[in-house]
Each structure stands twice: as C-alpha cells, then as structure tokens.
C-alpha cells in the first residue's frame, strides 16, 4: 500500500508540475528543485482528496462499496440487519443487501427462500412446501401422476432420496413444530433443505479430441489402486493412500440452470451411482437409436465437464484423449473384483424395437465403453484391451466436499504471507526451480531460474547451491505424483542456515515484457496458489545442510502438497517449519516426526488436514513451540497420541484434536480435544471457548464447555452433583461428528444434532473446532431469522440439514 501511495504522489506531482511554464521549470531544475518540492507537497493532499472521492464514489454502489459502507446501503433499502460473520466465512452481506428489493418482489414463494440460503447462508438449499407431500385421495378430479400412492422401488432412487428435499413419497399429517420440534409433513410447513459443504474442484479443461500435457497439468493423476501387495494393470484410484476411498461431489452448478427451482443436479452434494448409471446407458442408448437422449432439462453430464471428467494417455503417447460421459461405465467398486484381472468389456451390447407393417423390427447394436467408473470410492479400472497401446496415465477432473477449505487441493492459498511477486533485492537473492515432468530440464540461467523434471532433482539442485541468506522456491507446477507408496526410500529435503525454502504446488507465470512498457530486470515471475496439489509418496526427511561457519537453522515452508509417508525432521533441521494447506498422513504411524530434540525450532500447521504428530524424542529436553491453526489433527489409525510435544509451548486456534494430546503449556481458542489432553505447566496459559474431554489437565478455564453445562446443571440442582449426574450433564454437550476418519469428506464436521453451545460456543459466537471460521451456526441463525418476513403470514419455516455423513449416504446408495 505504501508503494502504491507514493506511485499516485508522483504521477499527481508530474501532472500538477507539468502545468507551470517551462522556463519557470528550467529555473527551478537550476536552483535544486524547491518548486517541485512544494508542488510534492500540494500534490499529496490532492491525492488524498482523490482518494476519498473514489472511495464516496465506490460507496454508491452495492458491488463495489467496502464493508463499512454496507451498513448505509442496507438502511437505504431497509435491508434486514444480519449477525457479522468472521472474515474466513466465505459468505458477504453484499448479495444480500444487492438482492434485497428482488426478494420483497417474490416474497412468499418458494424460489426466494432458496435464493436467500444461497446469499445469506451460503447453502445449497431447496425450499419444499410440505402440503404438497402429503397423502390426499386420487380421483378423477385430482389426479396427480407425479406421486405414487406407495414407494415406487423400480427406479431404484426411493430410498437414496427419503427424508431429503426430493422425497416425493406420500406421508400422513404431522402437527408438531417444523423450527422447534422436528415436524415436517403439515400443511404449514415449509422446508429449507441445506447442503452444507463446500466444493473446492479440480476443473477440467476445455473439451477437446486431443489435449496436450500442458492442457491438463491442473488435472490430478490418478494413482495404481493396489489389490493387496498385487499390481494388476488397468487398476487406478483417485485417493492419495494406497487402498482408501475418496468420494466425489457435484460441484456447485445453481447458476449454470436457466430454471427457476434448485434441481439435485445443481447442490453440491455427493454424487450417486444410480442416477449417473441411468444417464450413461440412456446416452449410448440415444447414440445407437439415432435419437436425442431423454435426459431431462439439467443433466448430470454436461459441456463444461461436470460433475467430473476422465482423460486417457496411452503408453508412448504425448496426449491425452477426453473419455465422453456414454464411454464410461458406472460400477460398485466397494472392493476389489474377486477374479484377479477383471475388467469391464471393451463393448456393451443393446437391443431395441422400432415399428414395423406387421410386427415390431429388432435392431442390435454395441457402445464402446473405455473403462468402469465408481463415483462413491473414486475408483476406475480400464476396459479390456482390443489390440491398441495400454492406457499408461489416467487423469480425473473431479470435486469433493469438505466444511472449509483446508488441506491439499484446488482452493485459492494466495495471501500476504506467502511470497507472489518474485523479484530479487538487495538482501534477497531467489533460487527458483520449476517443476515439470513433461518438459526437458533447462540450462543454468542467470537469474537463476531454471526448469527439473522431478522434486528429487529440484531438491538436489538446491543443496548443493549456496542457499545461505537465499530464499528457494520449488515450484511444482503439476498435479503430479512423485515417489512410491511404502518405499523405504527417502526424500531428502537439506535447508541451508539462515535461508527460506518454499516447496509449493502451484502455478508459475513468468513475467511478460511488452514494449514501451517499463520492465523491472530483477523480476522473476509470479507463484500463482491456485488449481493444483502435488502428492508426495515417500517420507520427506528434513536435515539441516552444511554450511560453513554454521548459523541459524533455516526456515522450511511446505505449501499444498499431500504427503503420503508423512515428514520428519532432524536435528537443528529447521528454526521453523510451517505447513499451510497440506494434507499430511502416515496411517497407522507417525505423521510428522522428529529423530532428535528440538532446539528453540517452531513448528507452524495452518489450514491442514495432519496425521499423528510426535514431536517428542526420547527423554532428552525439547525447546521451542508448536502453532496449529484451522486444521485437524488425528491419531490416524496409529497407537499414542494425536499430539505428542510435551516439551513445547503450544497455540492452538480453531483446531479439532480427534485423540490425546500433550503438550507444556497451552493457549487454545475455539478447540475440541476429543481426547483428554495433559499440560504440564497450568501455571500459564489459558483454554477458551473449547470443548475440553473429561480427565484432561489444562491451564485456567475461559467459557469451556462441558464446564458450563455442568454448572448450569448443579445451579438448576441447588447442590453438588453426583459423579453419575456430572457424566450425564456432560454426556449432553457432547459434539457430535459426521464423520471422524480422514478418508472421509465431512470429517470434523459438526452433525447437526450437536447442541448450540457447541455450535455457537466458539469466540465471537461461532462454533468451536477446525471450522470456526466456516460459522455454520451463525450461517443457519441469520438464515433463520428472516423466515419471519420472508414466509407468508401462518406459515411455519424451519432448516433441515440434508448433509449426511458417508455412513449414511453408503446405506442409501446402492447398488
């Protein structure tokens, strides 16, 4: 901001002295430039005149108002005031306040609740009058063909949509209260059903014949889907670990239909095999009968790639070919085939009638199909070969759901504190390397700029340099996979004293210099964090490099990557380690790791999903710290702790711990200790707005749950509570999760069950756990508190979460 300031002071100096005679200005350039000292002067105040102009200017409109302007805006509409929402929400007032007018236009009708969910909320959401559900007589004067008097079980989709928004099955009255006792089916009744996850997605590039690697460089590689310790060809998964699942979504298409109501092929939610089977077969079907498919106003398949797309590169080839939706076979992949080899036919055969003079005429035909595809498990297996070149690489285009963006994926990670501009100083000095498969490796260059084919030759390139006082960056530029699953082998990572070092999944702009457009030669390029995630399949080890004469350890910065084998670190490796949207993991084993004490090192994990950490070595001393924020930390299938440094201070902010933890002292906001955690030095510190487990040993107390719970219980009591009755009290505030394994999607995810003081427990009134930020609660409240004026008058509204977790949704999704 300082240098954009000075920049708009000069060219207001040279425009207001631009103005005086030139030989006024001959006369002041003589005497050392006083004039234009004092025309400096004038011009700064003119600048902050225009500034303020620009600003009254900008607050006139709703698009592009700052946030302290809204308030004036909404009072000039009278828009509904609304609880503030944390800066990491994702949700504005603006649409809001900018819609206010349209939705007092269409007040009453279903379509503007809908509407204010998705502004308000931020929810996909699809408002249901309940009227409509319930059972009524079919006569001639009423008929309705769309509502089957009893559960239609031929199409298969009776029971994947019972209770949701597209349940159409007939129900009996129920009078109770839809906001504060549970009721549905009345006549009353209106229903908003949310969807509360987010899509961060992965998107597929432009739809042609032929794509090149560049073309699909921000299209994660699937990786070989083992059958045991066995390899059969034709075998991949889109899951980073070796065996688990990973389950697709729809991504958010609410704004790509032209119809009035939400359609289930506009919510992000997770995708069903049964829905995207029939479409499939209905394609080829329409193929072979010269027809146009039957596949509805909005289909799950369309032009832009959605709700994924596969892509195929046979061995020796260097392109890629687009699998089309009808060439996809849609399968249960649950588990592995029992015959060893199994794979879909390369064909698949379909008969049909058309009219005949005297009888119907049978006609015969077969669809290509490439490969079987589960969307539930993220599992693909090729069809038979029929003689041409062996598929080598399969690429997906896919998205999967989650409360927040964090961890490895697609979601925009540029911010002020990770560097964008790359332009080397005085003091700072950049190593930059590019890291990209498909491209031969570049000579040296003299700004030391230069292009590897793998992180391995990157990371060699950088020891061996003189990376004291540098900063390194390790672009990876690919959604690539790097290393073999379980291999001893190690990834060595040496981080030279005194230098930064950034591994970073992103992409690489290179500066463009145009003519007559100033150009800065120390200027390297641009690190774009956006669209890619790069998986890391063997343990990285981290050790300090040699220097001489030593020095401070330097700073490591591991920024979108998805390591598979966890990290480790070694003695005097690092000062700090900072790991920001990463997903890390060693299931069954250590995460991240240390093979000898720490020395006044800082570990950092911001906004990541993070596997047993042990950072505990031995019975020597430890110094230093450990600073978790907006992330999740589990056991992970390992034996221990979920957090193991008892040695080190700790600041925890927005964090949800599923197991143990230890730690010296604590300063935590807005956590969930699912386990009992034990700090040695309660002296200091202090835990606030959390869920603490029963037997933990913590600092001073601020607003903890299920202390007040338990207090409000002996209050209501008017004596000491009984250890049976405290384990009831407590029972009641206990949260409740979707789903609590890493595999999983909604992991972390609060269920709706879970008690407001909960929910709403956390600092500034948001919920407490790794998705404070995300303020759910608060989300659902303001959406809430506008049915008054927003439903007709004797109505009742209420918010039914659809969002289920993978226990759930795998009952209700077969076959």
Same mark, same amino acid.
């Given at each position: 901001?300082?240098?954009?300031?000075?920049? #708009? %002071?000069?060219?207001?100096?040279?425009?207001?002295?631009?103005?005086?005679?030139?030989? %006024?200005?001959?006369?002041?350039?003589?005497?050392?430039?006083?004039?234009?000292?004092?025309?400096?002067?004038?011009?700064?105040?003119?600048?902050?005149?225009?500034?303020?102009?620009?600003?009254?200017?900008?607050?006139?409109?709703?698009?592009?108002?700052?946030?302290?302007?809204?308030?004036?805006?909404?009072?000039?509409?009278?828009?509904?005031?609304?609880?503030?929402?944390?800066?990491?929400?994702?949700?504005?007032?603006?649409?809001?306040?900018?819609?206010?007018?349209?939705?007092?236009?269409?007040?009453?009708?279903?379509?503007?609740?809908?509407?204010?969910?998705?502004?308000?909320?931020?929810?996909?959401? %699809?408002?249901?009058?309940?009227? /409509?559900?319930?059972?009524?007589?079919?006569?001639?004067?009423?008929?309705?063909?769309?509502?089957?008097?009893?559960?239609?079980?031929?199409?298969?989709?009776?029971?994947?949509?019972?209770?949701?928004?597209?349940?159409?099955?007939?129900?009996?009255?129920?009078?109770?209260?839809?906001?504060?006792?549970?009721?549905?089916?009345?006549?009353?009744?209106?229903?908003?059903?949310?969807?509360?996850?987010?899509?961060?997605?992965?998107?597929?590039?432009?739809?042609?014949?032929?794509?090149?690697?560049?073309?699909?460089?921000?299209?994660?590689?699937?990786?070989?889907?083992?059958?045991?310790? $066995?390899?059969?060809?034709?075998?991949?998964?889109?899951? =980073?670990?070796?065996?688990?699942?990973?389950?697709?979504?729809?991504?958010?298409?609410?704004?790509?239909?032209?119809?009035?109501?939400?359609?289930?092929?506009?919510?992000?939610?997770?995708?069903?095999?049964?829905?995207?089977?029939?479409?499939?077969?209905?394609?080829?079907?329409?193929? /072979?009968?010269?027809?146009?498919?039957?596949?509805?106003?909005?289909?799950?398949?369309?032009?832009?790639?959605?709700?994924?797309?596969?892509?195929?590169?046979?061995?020796?080839?260097?392109?890629? $070919?687009?699998?089309?939706?009808?060439?996809?076979?849609?399968?249960?992949?649950?588990?592995?085939?029992?015959?060893?080899?199994?794979?879909?036919?390369?064909?698949?055969?379909?008969?049909?009638?058309?009219?005949?003079?005297?009888?119907?005429?049978?006609?015969?035909?077969?669809?290509?199909?490439?490969?079987?595809?589960?969307?539930?498990?993220? #599992?693909?297996?090729?069809?038979?070969?029929?003689?041409?070149?062996?598929?080598?690489?399969?690429?997906?285009?896919?998205?999967?759901?989650?409360?927040?963006? +964090?961890?490895?994926?697609?979601?925009?990670?540029?911010?002020?504190?990770?560097?964008?501009?790359?332009?080397?100083?005085?003091?700072?000095?950049?190593?930059?390397?590019?890291?990209?498969?498909?491209?031969? =490796?570049?000579?040296?260059?003299?700004?030391?700029?230069?292009?590897?084919?793998?992180?391995?030759?990157?990371?060699?390139?950088?020891?061996?340099?003189?990376? +004291?006082?540098?900063?390194?960056?390790?672009?990876?530029?690919?959604?690539?996979?790097?290393?073999?699953?379980?291999?001893?082998?190690?990834?060595?990572?040496?981080?030279?004293?005194?230098?930064?070092?950034?591994?970073?999944?992103?992409?690489? @702009?290179?500066?463009?210099?145009?003519?007559?457009?100033?150009?800065?030669?120390?200027? @390297?390029?641009?690190?774009?964090?956006?669209?890619?995630?790069?998986?890391?399949?063997?343990?990285?080890?981290?050790?300090?490099?040699?220097?001489?004469?030593?020095?401070?350890?330097?700073?490591?910065?591991?920024?979108?990557?998805?390591?598979?084998?966890?990290?480790?670190?070694?003695?005097?490796? %690092?000062?700090?380690?900072?790991?920001?949207?990463?997903? +890390?993991?060693?299931?069954?084993?250590?995460?991240?790791?240390?093979?000898?004490?720490?020395?006044?090192?800082?570990?950092?994990?911001?906004?990541?999903?993070?596997?047993?950490?042990?950072?505990?070595?031995?019975?020597?001393?430890?110094?230093?710290?450990?600073?978790?924020?907006?992330?999740? +930390?589990?056991?992970?299938?390992?034996?221990?702790?979920?957090?193991?440094?008892?040695?080190?201070?700790?600041? /925890?902010?927005?964090?949800?711990?599923?197991?143990?933890?230890?730690?010296?002292?604590?300063?935590?906001?807005?956590?969930?200790?699912?386990?009992?955690?034990?700090?040695?030095?309660?002296?200091?510190?202090?835990?606030?707005?959390?869920?603490?487990?029963?037997?933990?040993?913590?600092?001073?107390?601020?607003?903890?749950?299920?202390?007040?719970?338990?207090?409000?219980?002996?209050?209501?009591?008017?004596?000491?509570?009984?250890?049976?009755?405290?384990?009831?009290?407590?029972?009641?505030?206990?949260?409740?999760?979707?789903?609590?394994?890493?595999?999983?999607?909604?992991?972390?995810?609060?269920?709706?069950?879970?008690?407001?003081?909960?929910?709403?427990?956390?600092?500034?009134?948001?919920?407490?756990?790794?998705?404070?930020?995300?303020?759910?609660?608060? #989300?659902?409240?303001?959406?809430?508190?506008?049915?008054?004026?927003?439903?007709?008058?004797?109505?009742?509204?209420?918010?039914?979460?659809?969002?289920?977790?993978?226990?759930?949704?795998?009952?209700?999704?077969?076959?």
């Amino acid at each position: 901001m300082i240098a954009l300031s000075q920049a #708009r %002071v000069d060219a207001a100096t040279d425009s207001l002295y631009a103005l005086l005679p030139a030989h %006024v200005r001959s006369v002041d350039a003589a005497n050392g430039w006083a004039l234009k000292g004092l025309v400096r002067v004038l011009a700064g105040g003119m600048v902050e005149i225009d500034r303020g102009i620009d600003a009254l200017y900008d607050s006139m409109f709703v698009e592009t108002a700052p946030e302290q302007a809204l308030a004036d805006l909404a009072a000039l509409v009278a828009s509904e005031p609304l609880r503030p929402l944390p800066p990491g929400a994702g949700v504005s007032a603006r649409t809001f306040i900018a819609n206010t007018v349209r939705y007092r236009r269409g007040k009453g009708t279903a379509r503007v609740l809908e509407a204010l969910s998705a502004d308000v909320g931020g929810f996909g959401a %699809v408002a249901v009058e309940y009227f /409509l559900r319930l059972s009524r007589l079919q006569h001639l004067i009423d008929v309705r063909p769309e509502r089957p008097g009893t559960a239609s079980l031929a199409p298969g989709l009776t029971r994947a949509r019972s209770a949701t928004a597209f349940d159409i099955l007939p129900r009996l009255l129920d009078v109770r209260s839809i906001a504060r006792a549970g009721g549905r089916h009345h006549i009353l009744h209106v229903g908003v059903h949310v969807l509360r996850p987010v899509v961060p997605y992965f998107p597929a590039p432009n739809i042609e014949a032929v794509l090149s690697f560049d073309a699909v460089a921000g299209v994660p590689v699937a990786r070989p889907w083992p059958r045991g310790a $066995t390899q059969d060809p034709g075998y991949f998964q889109l899951a =980073a670990q070796p065996g688990r699942p990973l389950r697709l979504f729809n991504p958010d298409r609410r704004s790509q239909t032209d119809a009035d109501r939400v359609m289930d092929t506009d919510l992000r939610d997770r995708l069903r095999r049964l829905p995207l089977h029939l479409e499939t077969e209905e394609l080829r079907h329409a193929a /072979l009968e010269g027809r146009a498919p039957l596949v509805g106003d909005t289909p799950w398949f369309d032009a832009t790639g959605y709700p994924f797309t596969i892509f195929f590169r046979a061995t020796g080839a260097s392109t890629f $070919t687009r699998v089309a939706p009808a060439e996809i076979q849609i399968a249960n992949l649950d588990a592995f085939p029992t015959a060893p080899g199994a794979r879909p036919a390369a064909s698949k055969t379909h008969k049909w009638f058309t009219g005949g003079a005297t009888a119907p005429v049978p006609h015969t035909g077969t669809s290509p199909i490439r490969c079987g595809f589960d969307p539930v498990t993220g #599992r693909l297996i090729v069809a038979q070969p029929t003689g041409g070149a062996a598929i080598a690489e399969v690429r997906v285009a896919y998205g999967t759901g989650i409360a927040r963006p +964090v961890g490895a994926g697609p979601q925009d990670r540029n911010t002020d504190e990770v560097p964008f501009d790359i332009t080397d100083t005085a003091t700072l000095v950049h190593f930059v390397r590019i890291v990209d498969a498909t491209k031969p =490796a570049s000579g040296a260059s003299s700004a030391n700029v230069r292009r590897v084919q793998s992180l391995d030759a990157a990371l060699s390139e950088w020891a061996t340099a003189n990376g +004291v006082g540098k900063r390194g960056l390790i672009v990876l530029v690919r959604c690539d996979l790097e290393g073999a699953a379980g291999s001893a082998a190690n990834i060595p990572v040496e981080v030279h004293p005194g230098s930064e070092l950034h591994i970073v999944s992103a992409q690489w @702009r290179a500066k463009l210099v145009k003519a007559g457009v100033p150009d800065d030669p120390q200027r @390297r390029g641009y690190v774009v964090r956006r669209d890619r995630r790069f998986t890391v399949d063997a343990p990285l080890r981290v050790s300090k490099a040699s220097a001489p004469g030593g020095g401070r350890p330097g700073v490591l910065v591991l920024d979108g990557l998805e390591l598979t084998g966890g990290v480790s670190l070694a003695a005097r490796a %690092v000062s700090r380690l900072l790991v920001r949207h990463c997903t +890390v993991r060693a299931p069954g084993t250590t995460a991240i790791s240390t093979t000898a004490a720490l020395e006044g090192a800082e570990i950092a994990i911001d906004r990541s999903i993070v596997g047993r950490i042990n950072l505990d070595f031995g019975s020597g001393p430890s110094t230093g710290s450990i600073v978790i924020t907006d992330s999740i +930390v589990s056991t992970d299938g390992a034996v221990g702790t979920a957090v193991s440094a008892s040695s080190l201070d700790a600041h /925890l902010k927005d964090v949800t711990v599923f197991g143990t933890s230890m730690f010296k002292s604590l300063e935590a906001t807005n956590v969930i200790f699912t386990g009992p955690a034990a700090v040695t030095r309660r002296q200091s510190g202090c835990v606030r707005y959390s869920w603490v487990a029963t037997g933990s040993t913590t600092p001073r107390r601020f607003r903890c749950q299920p202390d007040l719970g338990i207090a409000a219980a002996e209050e209501k009591k008017g004596s000491p509570l009984t250890p049976s009755e405290i384990a009831t009290a407590a029972l009641g505030f206990t949260p409740v999760f979707l789903d609590t394994s890493l595999d999983e999607p909604a992991v972390g995810m609060l269920h709706a069950l879970t008690r407001d003081a909960i929910r709403l427990g956390g600092e500034h009134d948001t919920e407490m756990g790794a998705f404070s930020a995300a303020a759910e609660g608060l #989300r659902v409240a303001n959406l809430t508190s506008l049915f008054d004026d927003y439903v007709p008058f004797g109505l009742e509204a209420g918010v039914i979460d659809d969002t289920r977790s993978s226990a759930v949704a795998l009952r209700r999704d077969r076959p």
